[in-house]
T-cell receptor
Framework: GNSVTQMEGPVTLSEEAFLTINCTYT??????LFWYVQYPGEGLQLLLK?????DKGSNKGFEATYRKETTSFHLEKGSVQVSDSAVYFC???????????????FGKGTMLLVSP | GAGVSQTPSNKVTEKGKYVELRCDPI?????LYWYRQSLGQGPEFLIY????????DSGLPNDRFFAVRPEGSVSTLKIQRTERGDSAVYLC??????????????FGPGTRLTVL
């Protein structure tokens, strides 16, 4: 079955530090990959996505590259801000049986804490 | 435009009681999903609707859980004879079509269910 593994948190960084949150996956077929973010007290929001191998998703200074050879989709940001403090979820969707629909499989989430 | 809304935002009930959780998807979205998020975990898929029909209910944990979407818009998740283990945040998401594996799902703020 499908699964997503994320690095455990919390990840604690100082403002302007470089961020990497690792994500690897197992899936049948050709999944699409997503990063969702959950800010304190808010719902899940799509941060970025990539739908095929070697695609790079990017948004708000975050980026992630779909690496089929390593089954990875690591999230990076060059310089984090206090406002980036949130829980980040890696997720995949696939439709291995060509049933015409797909659902999301999420990792457990990684909390990021950025201090001034 | 309006996003996905869920009511109530919080629900406290006693073991053995019946509860209903409501989801209003984004207007025009034909696909609707229910997920459950336990503390410290990522969301887990429960059920998927395409229009009025449940296309996949394989994530429902047992027959105490049931969901409907009679007119293809609002959906209600129903839980009978609640148990303490049902305590979680119940998330609803909708997407435009649901038929493409790269389709973006938009999440509501969730209903936090606490079973005493």
């Amino acid at each position: 079955g499908n699964s997503v593994t994320q690095m455990e948190g919390p990840v604690t960084l100082s403002e302007e530090a470089f961020l990497t949150i690792n994500c690897t996956y197992t899936a049948t077929g050709y999944p699409s990959l997503f990063w969702y973010v959950q800010y304190p007290g808010e719902g899940l929001q799509l941060l970025l996505k990539a739908t095929k191998a070697d695609d790079k998703g990017s948004n708000k200074g975050f980026e992630a590259t779909y690496r089929k050879e390593t089954t990875s989709f690591h999230l990076e940001k060059g310089s984090v801000q206090v406002s980036d403090s949130a829980v980040y979820f890696c997720a995949l969707s696939s439709d291995p049986l060509n049933s015409g629909y797909s659902t999301l499989t999420f990792g457990k989430g990684t909390m990021l804490l950025v201090s001034p | 435009g309006a996003g996905v809304s869920q009511t109530p935002s919080n629900k406290v009930t006693e073991k053995g009681k019946y509860v209903e959780l409501r989801c209003d998807p984004i207007s025009g979205h034909t696909a609707l999903y229910w997920y459950r998020q336990s503390l410290g975990q990522g969301p887990e898929f429960l059920i998927y609707f395409q229009g009025t029909g449940a296309a996949d209910d394989s994530g429902l944990p047992n027959d105490r859980f049931f969901a409907v979407r009679p007119e293809g818009s609002v959906s209600t998740l129903k839980i009978q004879r609640t148990e303490r283990g049902d305590s979680a945040v119940y998330l609803c998401a909708s997407s435009l079509g649901g038929i493409a594996r790269g389709d973006t799902q938009y999440f509501g703020p969730g209903t936090r269910l606490t079973v005493l």
